[in-house]
């Protein structure tokens, strides 16, 4: 039987896939544990494009590496391969083909892993950190981006050692995502710049944040065109913004809200707010999912400006999240963020990767 197809009851609770009842608060919400995590916090999550006929992913960590999984349609986990950089993995993503992932290392450089070779090679180097990598497919051109805490946004065409392009920007990258002909990059400071792709990279617009602490993640929605027409952008305050870049009403259609945030509503008890670690949004679905310090992940649907679903509290903050090609797994890693210092680090504590069916539970309010 396939484990995530569309009409399984595969991890919404009952006895989970191994038969357990028990209250389990590192899996709380009772989901497939991936096999052979990371050895230290996990960055970033990737599943494989639509052009591979499996679904394959990537983690990259603290522990300097990055790792492959095939995940079967069974909920099976099969460990693939990893590949080690010199620092920790900050960030990692596929070409289309499937052929080649993409890490970004504290160690200044970006390498491309081919998968069928098993190979490694550096393709990029920056004077600091490389904070976000993306891959960017043009008709015209293909090239990964890279986005360093040097404060320059460089392009490669992943032959040679010299960017392409290299774009200043006013301060330190802390995240980005491209979807063509689009790129958004939130920096330190809380600086926003938005690019257009297209024959070649450039600034299209610098926007005044709508948040007012430190940006964390950031994720491009679509219209229903299917293309780029807006970005919600996550703070360290428990606020997430959906942003529209040319909205008919921008003083309506733009918003925030709070989450990731304790239930301490009345004013006698003081709120505990957590930062949102990673947005991603459900590729058919159009709705959202955020993940917390709080050891939480919810759903949402924007559009109804409504929240879909809240997970049960884990025993560790969630870092990093995604949704595979067609939006039936949602994966989500739980691991320290350091967000309380390093008092609250225990090393005895493992890390994990959990894979959930997100075929329903993402389906909006009311569908027109």
Known sequence: MSLFGTNTGFGTGGTGVFGSTTTDSHNPMK?????????????????????????????????????????????????????????????????????????????????????????????????????????IKAPNYSCIMTGSWDKTLKFWDTRSPNPMMSLQMPERCYCADVVYPMAVVATAERGLIVYQLENQPSEFRRIDSPLKHQHRCVAI????????????????????????????????????????????????????IYAVNAISFHPVHGTLATVGSD??????????????????????????CCF???????????????????????PQKKNYIFLRNAAEELKPRNKK
């Open 31 to 135: 989901d497939v544990e991936v096999t052979s995590p990371p050895d230290d916090s996990i960055s970033c999550l990737a599943f494989s494009p639509p052009t591979l006929p499996a679904n394959f992913l990537i983690g990259g960590s603290w522990a300097n590496d990055v790792r492959c999984w095939e995940v079967q349609d069974n909920g099976q986990t099969v460990p693939k391969a990893q590949q080690m950089h010199t620092g920790p993995v900050l960030d990692a993503c596929w070409s289309d083909d499937g052929s080649k992932v993409f890490t970004a290392s504290c160690d200044k450089t970006a390498k491309m892993w081919d998968l069928n070779s098993n190979q490694a090679m550096q393709i990029a180097q920056h004077d600091g950190p490389i904070k976000a990598i993306h891959w």
């Open 221 to 272: 929605f679509k219209d229903k065109q299917n293309k780029p027409t807006g970005f919600a952008l996550g703070s360290i305050e428990g606020r997430v913004a959906i942003h529209y870049i040319n909205p008919p009403n921008p003083a309506k259609d733009n918003f925030t809200f709070k989450c990731h945030r304790s239930n301490g509503t009345n004013t006698t008890t003081p709120q505990d």
């Open 324 to 346: 595979n090609h067609n939006g039936n797994i949602f994966a989500y890693a739980s691991s320290y963020d350091w967000s309380k210092g390093h008092e609250y680090y225990n």
């Open 295 to 320: 050891g939480r992940f919810s759903f949402w649907d924007k559009d109804a400006r409504t929240k879909l679903k809240t997970s049960e509290q884990l025993d560790q903050p969630i870092t990093a």
